[in-house]
């Protein structure tokens, strides 16, 4: 293998610097499976391990990016061989393990998905973790007792990565989707998703969060915790569901049990890290069937590797709309 491209992520005085330099085959972290990559994405995590804004990374230097899909050219693992197509996103990968912003990755057969049937390894990373967990969430709210029958569902940091893509395939498992958005800009986006309506954040007065509100959903996507989430608990249905994803605004939580005890509301963490590999292969699969999204191309833009640096900033701005696929092999 000849030396190939790579964005390193690494820390100096302190201070968290990336740039793009060449590996070897020799430099790639220990693994069964070699792939060659096709694309890998952003997601707000790659945004902070990149610039530094999140104490993200566990090893310096790392390759960043938490997702991969390509070809496998190598494996010492009776599970792939040579010309496979798979997906690898989560475990360590970008965090402590070098992941997919390379022309090629080395990761262990244990973490790696094949590409569903039906699924281009394009899609699969307009997907990406983002997708991957907005999915794994409606499984988990699924599981809980949510059906379409059951009421409104919202949807939180609605523009972004995992707010988009859960919009797009609750709509099209049939629910009642209302997208929370802190862009009005964007309503027109949002309602192209399938969203029936869309609530500003503007709108909410977060400084007064009774312990139980009016009952407004039967589920819920979170994507920024803090008081959106403590007013999603207090607003809950009986027997609703609410999936905590993300952090973007806040990391704390200060509610009360009244929804909990009261109510039977169900607070549901999603963890897309770590998630059992039956349940991982369920999810990328539903993903290529009943919960492929409508609008995945409308959502998604590509960048070369080359052009991935400034693409961070929006982001950690909160900026961002939709998916960002990086072309690895340009
Ligand atoms: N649990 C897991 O396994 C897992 C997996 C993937 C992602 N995540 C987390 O889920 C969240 C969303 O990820 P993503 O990739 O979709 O990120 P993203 O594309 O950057 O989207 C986040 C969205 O949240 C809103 N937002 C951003 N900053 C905000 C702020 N300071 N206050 C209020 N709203 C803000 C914006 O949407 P609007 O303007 O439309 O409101 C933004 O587009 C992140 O916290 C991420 O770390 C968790």
Redesign the pocket.
């Known amino acids: 293998m000849a030396p190939f491209k790579a964005y390193l992520i690494d820390q100096k005085d302190g201070k968290t610097v990336a740039a793009f330099t060449q590996l070897g085959e020799d430099q790639l972290d220990k693994g069964e499976v070699t792939i060659r990559i096709a694309n890998s994405s952003v997601?707000?995590?790659d945004?902070l391990a990149a610039t530094g804004a999140g104490r993200i990374i566990r090893r310096y230097p790392c390759v960043g990016g938490i997702d991969m899909a390509g070809i496998v050219v190598k494996s010492s693992d009776a599970r792939f061989k040579e010309g496979d197509e798979v997906i690898a996103t989560s475990y360590d990968i970008g965090v402590a393990h070098h992941g997919g912003y390379a022309e090629y990755g080395r990761v262990p057969a244990d973490w790696v998905v094949p590409l569903p049937k039906g699924m281009s390894l394009f899609e699969s990373m307009a997907l990406g973790?983002?997708g991957y967990?907005a999915a794994l969430g409606v499984v988990r709210m699924e599981q809980n007792g949510l059906r379409p029958e059951n009421g409104k569902v919202i949807v939180?940091?609605?523009?972004?990565?995992?707010?988009s893509i859960a919009i797009d395939i609750l709509a099209r498992l049939g629910y009642h989707v209302v997208a929370?958005?802190?862009?009005e800009s964007?309503a027109d986006y949002l309602k192209g998703l399938g969203a029936k309506e869309v609530m500003l954040?503007s709108g909410l007065d977060l400084t007064r969060i009774k312990p139980l509100d009016k009952t407004l959903w039967a589920g819920a996507v979170d994507?920024?915790g803090g008081d959106v989430l403590a007013w999603m608990a207090s607003t809950m249905q009986q027997n609703g569901v609410i999936a905590s994803?993300?952090?973007?605004?806040s990391m704390s939580l200060n509610t009360t049990v009244a929804p909990f005890i009261l109510r039977g509301a169900s607070l549901l963490g999603?963890?897309?890290?770590y998630t059992a590999m039956p349940l991982r292969h369920k999810v990328w699969e539903r993903l290529a069937g009943d919960m492929r999204p409508a609008h995945l191309a409308s959502m998604t833009r590509t960048v070369r590797l080359s052009e991935l640096p400034p693409v961070f900033d929006d982001?950690i701005k909160?900026q961002?709309?939709g998916r960002v696929v990086v072309d690895c092999a340009a």
Do not use: E
């Open positions: 997601n707000y995590k945004a973790t983002a967990t939180s940091g609605a523009t972004g990565g995992v707010g929370l958005t802190g862009k964007q954040r994507n920024l994803i993300g952090l973007a605004a999603i963890d897309s890290g982001f909160g961002a709309r």
